[in-house]
């Protein structure tokens, strides 16, 4: 380490926050570097970013503002993407206070944090509403673009003085957006979504605006947060709508709003609780939960409140599996076929099978005859003949479960 140098950042943790950035691949920002141009000079690259971020000098370039659709076609989301250099920077920086503000998280925070994912706020979540008879359902509007900077700084000081930290996030926080006609967009508020930092630096903000909050002044009403989305029990609806009305002066004062359509009321209804009422059902990462038959260990139905894969996951989900154009392959292999889409295939199955899994057969029966039509098209004696491509791809599928990877979970070909 060189004394002379103003802070004392080791070459080590630039590489290994080069390791990660590489691994997490990424576009190109405004320079239109990618990593694979970056790497090309990796030596140099990576000893003048050490060099300028150990002697203070070192500047974010602007923010290359990408315009990305909402889900369900409800307008755009401005997403950030730093240069591949500034995003080694902000993991540097990352590195260095993710261990430090860590222990201080709730156990109810499970956004973009290590040994926390959304599977396991599902879990928590369905069980809390087999207690509690209602939930609200909240998402903050904007949450990464509304940040105080303010208030985030004095989280960030509350819990680090080391001044290289505090120093780049200052700067991270004022580089402007430069957008695709090169105009600049000054940044007083927010932090750029897309950010090696952001995710962290939204969860510290929220972790002193929402989760100490409902600790301190809600603490009958548990509650699961996934970055700006959150779910919160109640034991009645006065209660449901006094909580609210709370976290809407609570969020009004820190500088962000609740999403007025994504808010709402929730009852659980099943076979304990009969109430009829208007809204009982909610969506929270991919998941629906409603009320749904089940079975008990002594093999009696009755009606649960459950999560099951949403509608619009499943949406999304054939919208891909169209747009891979199967019947277009017919070049491929059923093996290489395979190799390109297992992966997709495993990761569907892995997230969305975990809770009522057959409401996601759907999706991959679908996959199935998707399938079928790439057999009518690769081999000419089934082109005229649907059933026989049918019995001759569920024969294969029962020679070689393995082969995809809804054929291991039994979701095979009906026909065979």
């Given at each position: 380490?060189?004394k ?44 003048k ?14 923010v290359?503002a990408?315009?990305?659709p ?68 909240f ?17 960030v ?43 962290l630096?939204?969860?510290l ?7 100490i ?35 809407k ?35 929270f ?21 459950l ?32 190799r ?8 569907w199955?892995?997230y ?36 026989r ?10 020679r ?10 039994g ?6």
């Amino acid at each position: 380490m060189d004394k002379t140098k103003s802070f004392d950042i080791s070459k080590w943790a630039v590489w290994e926050a080069w390791k990660k950035v590489k691994a997490n691949k990424g576009a190109a920002g405004i320079d239109e570097e990618t990593i694979a141009d970056y790497e090309a000079d990796l030596e140099n690259n990576l000893y003048k970013l050490w060099n300028r971020m150990s002697s203070g000098s070192y500047f974010p370039p602007p923010v290359k503002a990408v315009a990305m659709p909402k889900k369900g076609g409800s307008g755009h989301r401005t997403l950030g993407v730093p240069t591949v250099s500034d995003r080694i920077a902000q993991m540097v920086v990352k590195d260095y206070l993710e261990p430090i503000v860590e222990p201080f998280f709730h156990q109810d925070s499970y956004g973009y944090r290590p040994k926390k994912s959304a599977l396991k706020a599902v879990e928590v979540t369905r069980k809390r509403c087999w207690r509690y008879d209602w939930v609200l359902e909240f998402d903050i509007k904007g949450l990464f673009d509304e940040i105080r900077h303010d208030l985030l700084m004095r989280a960030v000081t509350k819990h680090t003085d080391c001044r290289w930290v505090i120093l780049y996030i200052e700067r991270w926080l004022k580089a402007s957006f430069q957008t695709r006609e090169g105009e600049l967009i000054e940044r007083t508020k927010g932090t750029p979504q897309g950010g090696v930092a952001s995710p962290l630096l939204a969860n510290l903000f929220l972790h002193y605006v929402f989760d100490i909050w409902m600790v301190k002044n809600q603490p009958n009403n548990p509650w699961a947060r996934y970055a700006d989305d959150g779910i919160a029990h109640c034991r009645s609806r006065e209660e449901a709508e006094q909580l609210r009305e709370r976290l809407k002066e609570r969020f009004s004062e820190c500088g962000l709003e609740l999403h007025p359509e994504k808010t709402r009321i929730v009852y659980c209804k099943d076979d304990d609780r009969k109430g009829e009422y208007s809204n009982t059902r909610f969506d929270f990462l991919g998941y629906t939960f409603r009320p749904r038959r089940a079975k008990n260990r002594y093999g009696k139905i009755f009606m649960s409140f459950l999560p099951a894969v949403s509608a619009e996951a499943m949406k999304a989900m054939r919208k891909m599996i169209h747009d891979w154009r199967l019947h277009r392959k017919s070049n491929k292999s059923i093996e290489d076929i395979s190799r390109m889409f297992n992966p997709i295939i495993r990761g569907w199955i892995n997230y969305f099978s975990r809770f009522y899994k057959t409401e996601l057969y759907r999706v991959l029966r679908f996959l199935n005859v998707k399938l079928i039509l790439w057999v009518r098209k690769k081999y000419k004696r089934f082109r005229r003949h649907r059933r026989r491509a049918e019995y001759w791809l569920g024969r294969l599928a029962r020679r070689q479960p393995t082969l995809f990877a809804h054929w291991e979970s039994g979701v095979l070909p009906t026909a065979g």
